[in-house]
């Protein structure tokens, strides 16, 4: 019986096992293909541009470094982004007292990100729209924790599902929907406060 | 389902976690259709933003930082290939002396002055000076015997080099300790 469930596994596991272990293995393929989301992913959750660069290279060094430990049960995409939370985690352990307070002398300036997205057929009172709305969300990001921003990016920006979100921060699925429902109740109402605002 | 959509139903759908029957309302209702939108619109504006920063970022980075970095697990294995090659460089050089870049001449021009007797190739007079003693050495001592006694000579070759007067004629030096210091013309 174990052997015909392990015969099984094996046979459903063994192709995506061996894409996997082959992209794992093409590192400039690897890099090409996950860096831009990894990298803001780790740039939002510390806020910090230049340290998220170091963080997304030691990612893909410790993937590439102890790729041979993948077991491909869960997609590589999780995979790097489990270890991308660790180095943040790390981060953030670190620098514990005085983190935003550093982050914030070389925050990324969301009205420069906003230079980057494509002209294609947006006007540019659309285009300052959505500059602005992103500033807004990003302003209330900051205000809040770790945790739920990390759920929040890797939900919404990184659209992961929630099993994934789950498995990559080895949390039961239902405490990660509490977060991120938190999360988001936080962002809008923060978003609504700003709108308010700059109405008045 | 006739209720407009709460708060947190609107969460939910942004979440993905919306329930069949309120998913079926909000498909027919166009007022929660605008309210999900409003919502929606800030974050979409969000990752729109930061996916474009991020692709533009990451273009700019170096493949090969973290290609030459991923190397860097097998410094051990690398620094022993050098090792090893270096080895077989020397020992080459040490059995075939017209290969040694000593003896080459376009390597002896490199210098300011004319080799002296000193820079003969290497080889030759370390295997002529190589005694009953010295063919019971480890190759590894030998090596770096042969190493040293090389930089040795090239050592000198450069003193002496730099000793001779034509030299320092030749670059319109005077020998130091001279009591004329005027440069000339």
Redesign the interface.
Known sequence: MQLALHATANMTHVPAAERTLSELDD??ML??TY???L??FV??SIGD?DLA?SIT?DC??KA??GRESFRGDCSVNTWLTSIAINLVRDQQRLQKFRFWRQARATA?D?TD??T???SGESSPESRL??????A???AALTGLSPKQRSIFLL???EEM??AEIAAALRMPVNTV?TH??RA??S??AQ?QQAQQRSEI | MSLHLSNDQIDDHLIGVLEPAAAEHLAACADCTARVAAAAAPIAGFVAVTNAWSERRSATLPLLSVTGNAAHRNFALRVTAGVAATAILVLTFAVHPAMSPLSHPAVATQTTAPAPATAQPLALTELASTGPTETALSPRERMLRERISRDNQMLKAIDSALDTEESAASLGLEPAGSSSTKLQD
């Open positions: 590192i400039d890099v090409r860096r831009p989301r990298l803001r740039a939002f541009p660069e290279q893909f060094l590439w470094n990324i969301i990100a906003a980057y997205l494509p729209l959505v500059q602005e709305k992103a807004q969300v990003q939900r919404f920006t599902e929630i929907k991120l429902h988001l109740k962002v809008r978003v």
